[in-house]
T-cell receptor
Framework: KQEVTQIPAALSVPEGENLVLNCSFT??????LQWFRQDPGKGLTSLLL???SQREQTSGRLNASLDKSSGRSTLYIAASQPGDSATYLC?????????WGAGTKLIIKP | SQTIHQWPATLVQPVGSPLSLECTVE??????LYWYRQAAGRGLQLLFY??????ISSEVPQNLSASRPQDRQFILSSKKLLLSDSGFYLC??????????????FGPGTRLTVL
């Protein structure tokens, strides 16, 4: 059974720092992995999707990596800004289902 | 461009009352549609998905049901709400080429509180 874990559950850093969010999964047989952003009380916004054959994807200040063999993905945020404050969720597409982590709540302090 | 709507945005209901949440998608045809529930501090849980009108698959046994009366309309219902039904309900859609292989696009969600 696929399980997805995100560590840490919460993270608070000063503005301008580079940071890494972690996502791990137990079964390496995945189709793809997605990172989403959720603002308080709002729906989810897709940030990056990495296919199982890819190692990384980049969008602006965001870079997501995927290491299937070790069951890990990281989301790197460069030069963090207060507007990056949100909960970040990763979801693994495994066996035709999206299995979700519980998220990392990120606070960027001005 | 495609947009997805959910209503109501918030809802407070007594235990035992019925429920109807609606989701509609604009700007695309024959989408895959999904209902998720997000409990506090937990990941999203897939409740139902649909690949076409009248085609509903349930992922989790519960007192909720879903219907798809039109191509771009997805409804989540209950005859009698339980306290445990409280949570944040999200509707999503994806391109219908394959099930859950493309990026899913989410609606704004409905915050349900059952008292």
């Amino acid at each position: 059974k696929q399980e997805v874990t995100q560590i840490p559950a919460a993270l608070s850093v000063p503005e301008g720092e580079n940071l890494v969010l972690n996502c791990s999964f137990t079964d390496s047989a995945i189709y793809n992995l997605q990172w989403f952003r959720q603002d308080p009380g709002k729906g989810l916004t897709s940030l990056l999707l990495i296919q199982s054959s890819q190692r990384e994807q980049t969008s602006g200040r965001l870079n997501a990596s995927l290491d299937k063999s070790s069951g890990r993905s990281t989301l790197y945020i460069a030069a963090s800004q207060p507007g990056d404050s949100a909960t970040y969720l990763c979801a693994v597409n495994s066996n035709y289902q999206l299995i979700w982590g519980a998220g990392t709540k990120l606070i960027i302090k001005p | 461009s495609q947009t997805i709507h959910q209503w109501p945005a918030t809802l407070v209901q007594p235990v035992g009352s019925p429920l109807s949440l609606e989701c509609t998608v604009e700007g695309t045809s024959n989408p895959n549609l999904y209902w998720y529930r997000q409990a506090a501090g937990r990941g999203l849980q897939l409740l139902f998905y649909s690949v076409g009108i009248g085609q509903i698959s349930s992922e989790v046994p519960q007192n909720l049901s879903a219907s798809r009366p039109q191509d771009r309309q997805f409804i989540l219902s209950s005859k009698k709400l339980l306290l445990s039904d409280s949570g944040f309900y999200l509707c999503a859609w994806s391109v219908s080429r394959q099930r859950i292989t493309d990026t899913q696009y989410f609606g704004p969600g409905t915050r349900l509180t059952v008292l």
